[in-house]
T-cell receptor, first 115, second 109 residues
Framework: KAGVTQTPRYLIKTRGQQVTLSCSPI?????VSWYQQTPGQGLQFLFE???????NKGNFPGRFSGRQFSNSRSEMNVSTLELGDSALYLC??????????????FGQGTRLTVV | GQQVMQIPQYQHVQEGEDFTTYCNSS?????IQWYKQRPGGHPVFLIQ???SGEVKKQKRLTFQFGEAKKNSSLHITATQTTDVGTYFC?????????WGLGTSLAVNP
């Protein structure tokens, strides 16, 4: 079966712009989590959606938002981009809940560069 | 807040040497997961440990979960160049996975 698909793979944006990233989870998976990965900071949890509801949120400013559609596909949006938002954004899907006994499957990520 | 610490941050070994990374949580974990990320790749699930004191093996990799369910370790016997990458532990104090910063392993052939 197809894995987790993230689009686009690479993106260059200018400060102040906004960006929308997309994630299609594995078929049947209802939980989608988003992470920001930067060198030296590891994986920083952004938020998690389950059945179209945001269940958990990390410590990121309100410029970072997301949503999940009825088909489990998810989008995250970053408004008023800052240079510090440059990072690899990873999406992970799991069958039910990444905090219980199910593994998270990651997409290839979207590499965002803000100039 | 809830934290998961991993040490060491970096490890450089000669091929054939052993390698161990340690993961310590500030809170008790219901389970712990380990992932491997190759350079330029994305994290890939390795294993999940659930029971106190649990030990699991995958070929040359040995995973342990502490008795208090607050720490874990990953040990690789006789490293190979294919083991290169960053190893992450992740614990779910609740439903939200909290990740360690990872241990980056470099292997000299």
């Amino acid at each position: 079966k197809a894995g987790v698909t993230q689009t686009p793979r690479y993106l260059i944006k200018t400060r102040g712009q906004q960006v929308t990233l997309s994630c299609s989870p594995i078929s049947g998976h209802r939980s989608v989590s988003w992470y920001q990965q930067t060198p030296g900071q590891g994986l920083q949890f952004l938020f998690e959606y389950f059945s179209e509801t945001q269940r958990n949120k990390g410590n990121f400013p309100g410029r970072f938002s997301g949503r999940q559609f009825s088909n489990s596909r998810s989008e995250m949006n970053v408004s008023t981009l800052e240079l510090g938002d440059s990072a690899l954004y990873l999406c992970a899907s799991s069958l039910v809940d990444p905090g219980t006994n199910t593994e998270a499957f990651f997409g290839q990520g979207t590499r965002l560069t803000v100039v | 807040g809830q934290q998961v610490m991993q040490i060491p941050q970096y490890q450089h070994v000669q091929e054939g040497e052993d390698f161990t990374t340690y993961c310590n949580s500030s809170t008790t974990l219901s389970n712990i997961q380990w992932y491997k990320q190759r350079p330029g790749g994305h994290p890939v699930f390795l294993i999940q440990l659930v029971k106190s004191g649990e030990v699991k093996k995958q070929k040359r990799l040995t995973f342990q979960f502490g008795e208090a369910k607050k720490n874990s370790s990953l040990h690789i016997t006789a490293t190979q160049t294919t083991d290169v990458g960053t190893y992450f532990c992740a614990g779910p104090p609740g439903r939200k996975l909290i990740w360690g910063l990872g241990t980056s392993l470099a292997v000299n052939p």
